[in-house]
C-alpha cells in the first residue's frame, strides 16, 4: 500500500546556505542507478573536477563518491556549490544528497520527517518554515518509501514490551506535551518525564494499550507536573561512575568520522584509543577538538588546532549558565524535532525501544551542555553564549543516530546503566547550572 503521507515537524524552518559542510563531512553511497547517472554526465578537468582519482569509488558492496585531500567532495566548487546541482539541475544529485539533512521514515501508515541539526541552518532555524516544503518533501518521501510500502513493524516500548502504531503515537505525543511546556525551563521538562518513564516501565503490561494507556499517562504527566511545579530543582552532583560513564559517550559522540578522520588508518585508530582513555580517566587537560567545518563556517570561526588552550576536565564542572531562555529554546527545538520524526527509537536510532531512545535523547541535554561548556573555556570564558550551544548541537547530532559506536550494546547497556543509578536526572540538573 502506499503511505498516507508525510508528518513534518512544526516549529522548524530550514533552507541550505552553502557552507559546504555536508559535503565534506559526510560518505555520500551511491545506488548503480546513480552511479551509471552521473558518468553519463561526461565530467572533465574543464569542469573543475580533480583529474588524479576516479569520481567514484566503491563502499562496501556498492558505491560512494569520491573526496579531495581536504575532504570536500569532488564535485564541490569553490562557492560551496554542487557542480552536478549547477550543471544539471537538483535531481541529477545522488538521493543521499537531495534529502539531507531532512531525514525520512516509515512510521505506521505515514512517514514521519526529522531534520539533521549537523546542519548549522537546521540549529540556527534559518530559511522556509518546513511546513511550506510539504509538496517537495512530498517527493523525496515517494523516492525513499517504495510503493509497495508496508509499514514496518513498531517500536517497542522498552525491551519486550510491544506496541501497536497507535500506541507509539499515544506516547509520542505526552514526550512533546512534557517537552513543549515553556513555564519551566527544559532541564525540569526533562525531569519531569523522565521521571513518569520510570514509572511507565513498571505498569501491569496489560496497561500499556490502546484507551488505558491514553488514562495512565495523563495520570502520570500529571503526577509529574505536581511533583516538580517549577524549576526549584535539588542538584545533585553526578557520581564518579556517572561522571566516567558521560564522557565516555561524549567521547564517542565526539568522534564525528568523516572522510578525512577514516583515512589516517592506524595512526587514526591509536588517536581515537588514545582520546578515549583520556576521557575514561578524565584528569589533565581534555584532548583538543577540532571543529566541524560546518560549524566554522556557519559561525565564522577559526579552526581550532594544538591544545595549549584546551581546558581541564575539571574545568567543565563549574557553573556556566546554562539556565537561559535562548538556549532552552534550541534545545527545545531539537528535543521536539527528534520526538515528532521518530528520530529517537526504532528503526531510526539503533532499534531501540521508545524509553531507552529517549534517554539516550535526554542525555544530548547535559551533552551538548558539556562540548559548549569546552567551546567557552577554551575561548577563555567562563560562561556560555548562544553560539556555544548552537555549535555543540551542531558538532553531536552528526552522530546521534547514526555512529556505529552508539549503537553498540555496551553503548547502550551505559544508558541502562545511567539510568538505573539515576544518574541521567542528576546530568540534566549538574550541567543545567
Ligand atoms: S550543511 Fe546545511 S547549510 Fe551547509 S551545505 Fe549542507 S545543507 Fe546546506
Redesign the pocket.
Known amino acids: 500500500m502506499a503511505h498516507k503521507g508525510v508528518i513534518l515537524p512544526v516549529l522548524q524552518n ?10 565534506r ?1 559526510h560518505q555520500i553511497g551511491i545506488t548503480q542507478e546513480e552511479k551509471r547517472r552521473i558518468e553519463k554526465q561526461g565530467w572533465t578537468e574543464a569542469d573543475g573536477i580533480p583529474t588524479d582519482r576516479p569520481l567514484i569509488v566503491p563502499l562496501g558492496t556498492a558505491w560512494r563518491l569520491n573526496h579531495r585531500d581536504d575532504g570536500a567532495c569532488v564535485f564541490l566548487n569553490e562557492q ?1 556549490l554542487c557542480r552536478i546541482h549547477a550543471k544539471f539541475g537538483e535531481p541529477a544529485k545522488p538521493l543521499a544528497c537531495q534529502v ?2 531532512y531525514a525520512v521514515h516509515p512510521s505506521g501508515a505515514s512517514v514521519t520527517i526529522s531534520l539533521r541539526f ?5 540549529v540556527q532555524n ?1 530559511g522556509q518554515p518546513v511546513a511550506q516544503q510539504r509538496s517537495f518533501v512530498e517527493q523525496l518521501a515517494k523516492q525513499i518509501v517504495p510503493a509497495n510500502y508496508s509499514a514496518p513493524a513498531a517500536p517497542d516500548l522498552f525491551t519486550g514490551q510491544k506496541l501497536e502504531w497507535s500506541d507509539v503515537t499515544r506516547v509520542q505525543a505526552f514526550l512533546e506535551r512534557g517537552l513543549a511546556d515553556r513555564r519551566v525551563g527544559i532541564a525540569t521538562r526533562l525531569m519531569r518525564v523522565l521521571s513518569w518513564l520510570e514509572l511507565l516501565e513498571r505498569a501491569q503490561p496489560d496497561a500499556l494499550h490502546d484507551s488505558r494507556l491514553g488514562d495512565l499517562l495523563t495520570l502520570l504527566h500529571d503526577a509529574s507536573v505536581r511533583a516538580q511545579p517549577d524549576d526549584e530543582l535539588p542538584v545533585v552532583r553526578p557520581s564518579g561512575l556517572g561522571r566516567v560513564m558521560f564522557r565516555q559517550m561524549i567521547a564517542q559522540l565526539l568522534r564525528h568520522d568523516t572522510e578525512v578522520t577514516a583515512r589516517k588508518g592506524i595512526a587514526g585508530r591509536i588517536g581515537l584509543l588514545t582520546g578515549g582513555i583520556r576521557f575514561t580517566l578524565g584528569v589533565g587537560r581534555v584532548p583538543a577538538q577540532a571543529d566541524p567545518v ?1 560549524v566554522r ?2 559561525f565564522g570561526m577559526t579552526a581550532r588546532n594544538g591544545n595549549d588552550r584546551s581546558p581541564w576536565f575539571s574545568q567543565l564542572e563549574g557553573e556556566f549558565g546554562g539556565r537561559n531562555a535562548d538556549f532552552d529554546e534550541v534545545l527545545t527545538r531539537y528535543m521536539l524535532v527528534k520526538i515528532q520524526g521518530l528520530h529517537f527509537c526504532g528503526k531510526a536510532f539503533y532499534d531501540r525501544p521508545m524509553i531507552d531512545g529517549f534517554r539516550s535523547l535526554a542525555l544530548m541535554y547535559p551533552a551538548i551542555l558539556w562540548v559548549a561548556r569546552y567551546r567557552a573555556a577554551s575561548d577563555g570564558r567562563d560562561h556560555l553564549v548562544l553560539q556555544d550551544v548552537q555549535a555543540a548541537v551542531a558538532t553531536l547530532d552528526h552522530s546521534f543516530g547514526y555512529s556505529p559506536a552508539l549503537g553498540l550494546k555496551s553503548s547502550q547497556h551505559r544508558i541502562t546503566q545511567l539510568s538505573k543509578l539515576q544518574q541521567i536526572t542528576a546530568l540534566c540538573g549538574w550541567y543545567s547550572r
Open positions: 530550514w533552507s541550505c546556505h552553502n557552507c559546504g559542510g555536508c559535503c563531512e560551496g539531507y539533512p549537523s546542519c548549522p541552518s537546521v534559518l560546518s563556517v556557519a
